[in-house]
């Protein structure tokens, strides 16, 4: 040994002195390892093997159909997979996936806060510790204060499954809603199609293939499902048109025919100007009209509803709806109950207004006419900010390509004051066109044989608690009397977040939070954090630590969704094939530590919880799902997808209704030009311009002040919503929350491309980076949505959620719509360049960006 | 042949060896138990007795344990977490696995997964370390050089010299081809990012030992888990 070797002994041997005393901690008493058995497969399980697993991407709407590649039992890559619907195309957020797989970041264990809240202090839990804190707690809560006290949120419906296993489990122990993905997403929506055209289908019916034009309306084509644009392609190499209606220039803007820059919120101007042109120049769908819609349907202004038998005459039915019969020259009737009219030549008036004993009653039709008519080209012009020749462009290719125009449109006109009545609007849009059932329209239920999604929640039984609340829902709901088209009860966030601060109507008692984040997610973010920091107990399964986890008292460890086994569903704006396609998504590999499936951890807590869950667990579930296809799950998962070939005129063959009868699954039977639904519940049975309560229109005097209308909410190909910010692959890409903003309003406010940004409301200030561009109005900016920093620490104002977030400026009062109870992404604003650069505390450099995942030092590895 | 010390100071070495990375071993892989507070309350008792070292990380333990009126378990639990699970104040922490500081993209279940599976796979022996899942955790690492360290010592016990220096080979194969790849690395971010003293303690005993042992054993023929077959 020489002389260094030996001075190193020395030391070595002193050092284990130390340990003399601790023979329990010796290797022997440790035991860390066990022998293999010589026969044992493990041995030689997989060792050198590469597998190639079929899943599918959920990583936002899109699902496209993947390849998990799969070595030595461990995701490698993840690859697009040819064949299917998306035809091997997938994005940053599929190539990611095994970085959120594998991330050291990852939620693995149960975790129980033991700081104060927001103060980042946890300690590992076992499952049975966690269930031995959450269960009585439940039991407590339902007990002293009722099932409506507990709030339960789902925040992303990609997957349905496992929001329909919430709701379930969480209706039937009284809940009544919380922060519903409903009102951030579309789902609002949809229930205002449910109510007027039996199904939603405007995100997702429609089919490129033999369209004559393909309306995009605030949708970002190439941020979500990039397989779309093929069949788009497609459609414009045969000569089909594409329209874009976008405040901004997006990608899809500048493939298209034609680009309408519309003004945020001003969207039903142009919807009631296509209307009012269809119907003045008599260019629309009167067939259809006539024997589809309930255009002739006549009104009676007493009750405000349609006219009825019952009004005409004392006995009469409530189930008859009176139209003027121009065969007849008399008032006749549409029997909603056994869908059949009361002549057998029925000819209903579309228009005008007739006498029926001594009043004169208009058609639901004529009453649209009327309200449209204000909407004239000049009229729309103003209002929207386009110009008259891009109005009646816009209008003119609409109308000539119909019928034969397939329509798909985003969210974000679900996020307004009017969202109800811009739904129906759409939907009233499409059917005068005739441009539903019919190849290359839309089609009115996509959809496939499975059924699982619509299912669970549907299937009795129901508990006793959930039969007593839906019986009296004012007496235990969030916001009485509102929002009751919105079939998910009180999914209104405004409304829980003025619960949690001010206990009215009650004071929410716990709260559990399943794929979400409120706080970045919903307007007002400081009133949601204040809320969330006050309620009795809560509980959040998350796949990372995030600022509403940071609140909890209980985090629970969500697998990663390739992790898992589900049926994919096609939903949210994605057209055919991929929306008659079921696909699987089955795991690449085991769970990381302990994470689990959440539809197990609901399953779980129901049993717990004595709640009869109909099914013993998903793959019973699924199996009954699948139950039309002819397979078993097992056989779903062999097969990969199930496909159901587009059928058209399915309103005509009985295939939209359960009763199997011609029609549209909705209380009348017939598209819905005028709504009862949405005359008690809404603005109004028609649909009808509102300006939007913060607009340089209906506050000019707030315009002065803050002059420009901000925009959020754009979606770009690195991050869903809050999702992937501590991703150092996504944050190389897009380092930075960006403002997009003309150039001529960067001048006007000194602001350069690249500067550090604040943008202010009366709520508060941001900060986010300049990108300028001719993109966008010179009255509007644009800012990325959902912004929080990762690399800050909790107590850090929960990891920067208030720095960057438009969220956190937006006032969540300002919108709300009556009927589906929608809430506010907008906002009047100022900017001017910040005097202090970034916030302070986020990574700015490729240096730190590169440290998300260790400590910041690549270069000395 | 020639090796870097004798069969005495082997035994001796050895001996050392399986009880440094055993406790430290055992130190990282899960929160700190009233079984491994009473040890370490034990260890710095007698290194206050001894004296000795007073920078190292023996005396940094003992200082930490003579503050602790009770078993500071929670403290070390919420250390735990936030610096090796991720959880915690920071978004940044010291991840016990060879992975995340031998990949380019720092994440669990890399190469050096695949390569600690085979090496365990090659000596017929499957990981059984309470709370710890995956192969290339540093405790599974740390436990393996004691478990060589354990081998050399029982053969030399029994008289099999070439048969410990077979295994001291496949040892320090071992040792620079996967320990010291990382390790003093994370225990270098275990000081850096754990609140408490205890943690950094452990860091400071599992970093110098394996300084030591690298230094020692330079020069010294080295073989691969593989190529030595099982111990």
């Known amino acids: 040994m020489n002389a260094v070797s030996r001075r190193s002994f020395v030391k070595a041997m002193a050092a284990s002195g130390a340990l003399a005393t601790a023979a329990a901690l010796g290797y022997e008493a440790w035991k860390p390892f066990t022998a293999l058995a010589a026969d044992d497969a493990g041995s030689a399980q997989t060792e050198g093997e590469t597998q190639v697993i079929r899943s599918a991407c959920r990583n936002c709407y899109g699902r496209c159909t993947i ?18 619907y998306s035809e091997g195309t997938i994005c940053s957020r599929a190539f990611a996936i095994p970085q959120l797989v594998n991330s050291p970041l990852r939620v693995r264990y149960p975790m129980k806060r033991v700081g104060e809240r927001g103060e980042g202090k946890w300690e590992r839990i076992t499952w049975d510790e966690a269930w031995d804190i959450i269960i009585p707690k439940f039991k407590e809560v ?162 405000g509803l349609l006219l009825r038998e019952s009004d005409l005459a004392d006995g009469g039915s409530k189930d008859k709806i009176a139209y003027w019969d121009e065969g007849t020259g008399s008032v006749q ?149 509102k929002a009751q088209v919105y079939g998910i009860r009180d999914g209104v966030y405004s409304a829980a977040t003025h619960a949690l601060t001010t206990g009215k109507p009650f004071q929410p008692r716990i709260y559990w939070g399943m794929n979400c984040e409120p706080i970045i997610s919903c307007a007002d973010s400081l009133e949601v954090a204040e809320g969330l920091k006050n309620i009795d107990f809560s509980v959040n399964v998350n796949l990372l630590m995030s600022p509403s986890a940071e609140l909890a008292d209980i985090v629970l460890p969500a697998a990663h969704q390739n992790e898992i086994d589900r049926i994919e569903y096609p939903q949210s704006g994605h057209c055919w094939p991929a929306n008659h396609t079921a696909t699987i998504r089955q795991p690449f590999t085991e769970p990381q530590g302990e994470c689990r499936d959440e539809v197990d951890i609901l399953f779980d807590l129901a049993s717990r919880l004595d709640i009869d869950m109909t099914w013993k667990d998903k793959y019973d579930w699924f199996n009954f799902a699948l139950k039309a296809t002819g397979m078993t799950f097992e056989e779903f998962r062999e097969a990969g997808e199930f496909v159901d070939e587009i059928t058209y005129g399915k309103h005509e063959k009985g295939l939209l209704r359960k009763d199997m009868k011609p029609g549209f699954e909705t209380k009348t039977g017939k598209v819905n030009i005028f709504s009862e639904e949405l005359q008690r519940f809404g603005w109004g049975g028609i ?175 | 042949m020639s090796h870097y010390c004798t069969a005495e100071e082997l035994e001796q070495l050895s001996a050392a060896r399986e009880s440094i990375y055993a406790f430290t071993g055992q130190a990282f892989s899960k929160e700190a138990d009233e079984r491994l507070w009473q040890a370490v309350e034990d260890i710095a008792a007698a290194h206050t007795e001894s004296n000795s070292d007073a920078s190292g990380g023996f005396a940094r333990l003992a200082r930490y344990a003579a503050r602790c009126e009770d078993a500071p378990l929670t403290e070390l639990a919420v250390d735990y977490a936030a610096t090796f699970l991720g959880i915690g104040p920071r978004h940044d922490g010291a991840f016990p696995y060879e992975s995340v500081y031998t990949s380019d993209e720092k994440l669990l279940k890399q190469e050096a997964f695949d390569e600690m599976n085979a090496v365990l796979r090659s000596k017929r022996i499957a990981l059984a370390i309470d709370m710890v899942s995956d192969e290339d955790h540093v405790s599974t690492e740390l436990a393996l050089l004691a478990r060589y360290a354990h081998d050399v010592h029982r053969l030399l016990g029994k008289g099999d010299t070439d048969g410990a220096w077979s295994v001291e080979s496949e040892r320090i194969g071992f040792l620079l081809g996967h320990a010291m790849r990382w390790i003093p690395d994370f225990c270098a971010d275990v000081k850096r990012c754990a609140k408490t003293d205890f943690y950094r303690a452990i860091a400071d005993i599992a970093s110098d030992f394996l300084m030591l042992d690298a230094s020692i054993v330079e020069g010294e023929p080295q073989a691969t888990p593989s190529k030595a077959g099982a111990a």
């Open chain 1, 67 to 84: 390849n998990g590649i799969v070595k030595n039992g461990r995701l490698v890559r993840v690859e697009g997979r040819p064949g299917t």
């Open chain 1, 142 to 303: 339902i007990e002293q204060y009722g099932g409506h006290t507990i709030l339960a949120n789902n925040g992303t419906g990609r997957d349905q499954l496992n929001i329909s296993v919430l709701q379930k489990c969480f209706y039937d122990m009284g809940s009544v809603g919380g922060f519903g993905v409903g009102s951030i997403c579309k789902i609002a929506g949809d229930f205002v199609q449910k109510t007027t055209i039996g199904n939603p289908c405007q995100f997702t019916g429609w089919n490129p293939e033999d369209t004559n034009l393909i309306v995009m309306w605030a949708r970002g084509m190439f941020s979500w499902g990039y397989y779309d644009w093929i069949y788009i392609k497609k459609a414009l190499d045969r000569g089909a048109k594409l329209m874009v209606v976008d405040p901004r220039h997006t990608a899809a803007a500048a493939k298209s025919t034609m680009w309408v820059p519309i003004r945020p919120g001003s969207d039903m101007a142009l919807i009631l100007a296509i209307i009012n042109e269809m119907i003045s120049s008599g260019r629309f769908d009167k067939d259809f009209a006539t024997k589809w819609t309930n255009s002739s349907f006549l009104l009676n202004d007493e009750t």
């Open chain 1, 333 to 481: 009737f549409w029997d909603t109950v056994d869908l059949a009219w009361s002549v057998d030549d029925p000819k209903p008036a579309l228009l005008g207004s007739y006498d029926v004993e001594g009043i004169e009653r208009r058609t639901s039709l004529q009453k649209l006419a009327d309200a449209a008519a204000e909407w004239t080209v000049e009229k729309t012009a103003e209002t929207t900010w386009l110009t008259t020749d891009q109005v009646k462009d816009a209008i003119e290719l609409y109308i000539e390509s119909s019928p034969g125009t397939c329509f798909t449109r985003g969210q974000k006109t679900d996020f307004s004051d009017n969202s109800s009545s811009v739904s129906h609007a759409f939907t009233i849009m499409m059917a005068l066109a005739g441009n539903y059932e019919i190849p290359g329209g839309n089609s009115v239920k996509p959809g496939t044989s499975t059924k699982g999604s619509a299912l669970f929640d549907a299937v009795p039984p129901k508990s006793a608690v959930r039969q007593e609340i839906e019986a009296n829902i004012d007496d235990y709901s969030m916001c009485p009397g």
């Open chain 1, 687 to 861: 649909p009808g311009y509102r300006e939007q309560p913060q607009s340089p229109f209906s506050d000019p005097d707030l315009a002065q002040e803050y002059p420009y209308v901000m925009l959020t909410g754009g979606r770009n190909h690195q991050y869903f919503h809050s999702e992937y910010r501590e991703s150092a692959y996504m944050r190389s890409i897009r380092p930075f929350p960006v403002v997009e903003i003309n150039p001529e309003t960067a001048h006007e406010n000194g602001v350069e491309e690249g500067d550090w940004v604040c943008i202010e409301t009366t709520m508060g200030s941001i900060k986010q980076v300049a990108h300028l561009t001719e993109g966008i109005d010179a009255r509007v900016v644009h800012c990325d949505h959902d912004w929080w920093f990762p690399e800050k620490g909790a107590q850090d104002g929960l990891h920067g959620a208030f720095d960057s977030n438009p969220n956190a400026i937006i006032d969540n009062d300002k919108v709300f719509d009556p009927a589906v109870g929608t809430d506010n992404f907008s906002s009047m604003c100022r900017i001017h360049k910040s005097p202090d650069g970034p916030p302070e505390g986020i990574f700015t450099t490729p240096e730190e960006l590169s440290a998300f995942l260790s400590n910041g030092q690549e270069d000395q590895q």
